[in-house]
Structure formats: structure tokens, C-alpha cells
């Protein structure tokens, strides 16, 4: 059983581990994907979200108290909820295992908790850069419009660099906060170089990330951010925010990092981009060296570890 609280409309991160653990888990065994759970005969509850299925996780438990459970911790769970929310917390406790999706994530747990800690890495494909254009540095932003995505930071960086007829700046993501999807119309009224293109399917979304030039991640809080993976299983540097949660998927002494809300740090690394001989392609060799961390494969064999040894129990 796979609980999330993403379902396919929402097509966001959490959907897309989801759907992606089913797919590697269905040669092995009988899965089913849903939102909740009330009652059925699984063997394993596999629970994305602290706070968000919490009520599954409770109700798991208390009908089936010898079969385990495991928690996968998103971003808000790591960085704000497991701190201040009960039903998080209660989760937590709850749990035969926990997963956490970059390397640093089991630091933010309770001490006792992290000898039951797994890291999994998430995966994409592999696929090579599609053609761009030599006149303009293709820079792109992907996540919805809610403020833990830390949209004005991008919006604040792309008005300082509204001048820059040489630099696009695109944003992909549906505005799940009317407010910010104001603000992005606004901007994108105002200013010739920066383009907000609203939701896209998945695949479309890779194929843009395919052919920027870079990414640019500014979250607040992230537990492992796919749309980075894919970035660097695409051959496109990044450009993130300094937190845990991008730099236990970069690694910790990643070039391209800005600190969180520092919108003329990350103007002026774009900048860079575009002025700076040899800084992309620094980058690119930066994420390269760990790229093969992020194969489908490796993945996989974590997860079927991590589901075996549950069973085994």
C-alpha cells in the first residue's frame, strides 16, 4: 500500500515518487496507490507525508498492529511540521522505518529515531541537453507558486535583471497561491524577459528543463526536489538555495548556491552565467561526478532493500 496525499491532479513531487515507487515495485509485488486507507490485506504500508496521512498511518496501526510501516519524510515534514505538529510527530512514532530523499535529512530527526533511518535517492532517466540558443541565457525556474517554493526570490532576480534582453527567465508551476500567481502576471506584464507558463504536463516540463541553459531551485525547504534530479540527469546545472535539502542532493561544496531569499546573490550567479567563461561548464562537471547517484537503478535497489527487509521482520 502506497498512501499519498498527491494524487495524478496534483502533479507534484510527491505524485511523482509515488507513481515512480509503484512502477518499481509492481514486478515484485501487488501494489495499490491511493490517498488514504481504511482497511485491506497488504503486507507493507508505504506512507509519503507526515502530517498529510497521518490519519492512514494512525488507522494502519491500530488494525494492524504487527505489519510495518514506513514514512517517507517530505520537505514541511523535515523542516517545519515534525517540529511543531502533533499528528507529524505521532506519525514519526508510529513508524517501523523512516526514508528521507537527500543525504543530510536524517540529521533533522530525534536522535533515537535515525538508527531506523533509510536515504533514498530519487531517480530519473538519463537524457542529453536539447539544442539552445548561443543569444540568450535560457534560465528556468519549476514549482508551483506557494511560498515554500520562495517564488519572489526568483521574481526580485528577474526584475533586477529586466535590462538583460541576453537573459530569459521562464517559470513553470500552477499558482496554488492566488497571490503569487498575481505577482507572476505582473511581472510577466512588466518585463519582456521573464515568462510565467503556468502548469505543464510532466514530460513537456522535461523537455524545457532539457533545454535550459539552467535551473534555477530557490525553496525554503525541500526534502528532495525531483525537478533537480532531473536537471542533473539532463546534463543542466543548477542553481540553488542553500539548505539541507539541495545540498544533500548537490553535494556541500556545490558551486552554484545562493543563501535562502538572497534574490541579488542568485541575479548576480545568473549574471555569471552569462558573462563568466567557463562557469557553466564548472557545473556541469560538478554535478556530472554525481549524477550516477540519481540512476534509476540505484534507486530501485534501495527500495526493494528497504522493502525486503520490512517483510522479513
Excluded at 491532479?9 to 515512480?20: D, F, I, K, L, V
Excluded at 494502519?60 to 510495518?68: H, S
Excluded at 505582473?186 to 541553459?213: F, K, M, V
Aim: aromatic share 4%.
Amino acid at each position: 500500500m502506497i498512501v499519498t496525499p498527491a494524487l495524478a491532479a496534483a502533479n507534484n513531487g510527491n505524485w511523482q515518487t509515488a507513481q515512480r515507487w509503484a512502477r518499481m515495485l509492481r514486478p515484485h509485488s501487488r501494489v495499490r496507490l491511493a490517498a488514504d486507507w481504511q482497511a485491506g490485506d497488504e503486507d507493507l504500508m508505504i506512507a509519503l507525508h507526515a502530517r498529510r496521512s497521518a490519519l492512514a498511518v494512525a488507522a494502519w496501526r491500530a488494525a494492524t498492529p504487527r505489519r510495518p510501516v514506513a514514512l517517507v519524510l517530505t520537505g514541511t515534514d523535515l523542516y517545519r511540521d515534525i517540529e511543531s505538529d502533533d499528528a507529524a510527530r505521532r506519525s514519526l512514532e508510529l513508524a517501523d522505518a523512516l526514508v528521507v530523499l537527500n543525504d543530510l535529512g536524517a540529521r533533522r530527526l530525534p536522535l533515537q529515531l535515525r538508527p531506523i533511518c533509510h536515504v533514498i535517492l530519487q531517480s530519473c532517466g538519463a537524457r542529453a541537453p536539447l539544442p539552445r540558443s548561443r543569444r540568450q541565457l535560457q534560465v528556468l525556474m519549476v514549482g508551483h507558486l506557494r511560498e515554500e517554493k520562495d517564488p519572489r526570490t526568483y521574481f526580485a532576480a528577474a526584475h533586477a535583471l529586466r535590462a538583460r534582453d541576453d537573459i530569459r527567465l521562464d517559470h513553470v508551476g500552477a499558482a496554488l497561491d492566488p497571490a503569487l500567481g498575481d505577482e507572476a502576471h505582473s511581472l510577466a506584464a512588466g518585463q519582456a524577459n521573464y515568462r510565467w507558463l503556468g502548469p505543464l504536463p510532466h514530460e513537456a516540463t522535461r523537455r524545457r528543463i532539457q533545454r535550459a541553459d539552467v535551473l534555477v531551485h530557490a525553496s525554503r525547504m525541500e526534502g528532495g526536489a525531483n525537478v533537480v534530479v532531473e536537471a542533473m540527469r539532463s546534463g543542466v546545472p543548477v542553481l540553488a538555495s542553500r539548505i539541507d535539502g539541495n545540498l544533500g542532493l548537490l553535494g556541500g561544496d556545490y558551486t552554484g548556491t545562493f543563501e535562502v531569499g538572497d534574490a541579488a546573490a542568485l541575479a548576480a550567479l545568473l549574471l555569471r552565467c552569462r558573462t563568466e567563461a567557463g562557469l557553466l561548464a564548472t557545473l556541469r562537471g560538478q554535478l556530472a561526478e554525481r549524477a550516477p547517484l540519481f540512476a534509476p537503478e540505484a534507486e530501485r535497489a534501495r527500495l526493494l532493500a528497504l522493502v525486503a527487509g520490512l517483510l522479513a521482520r
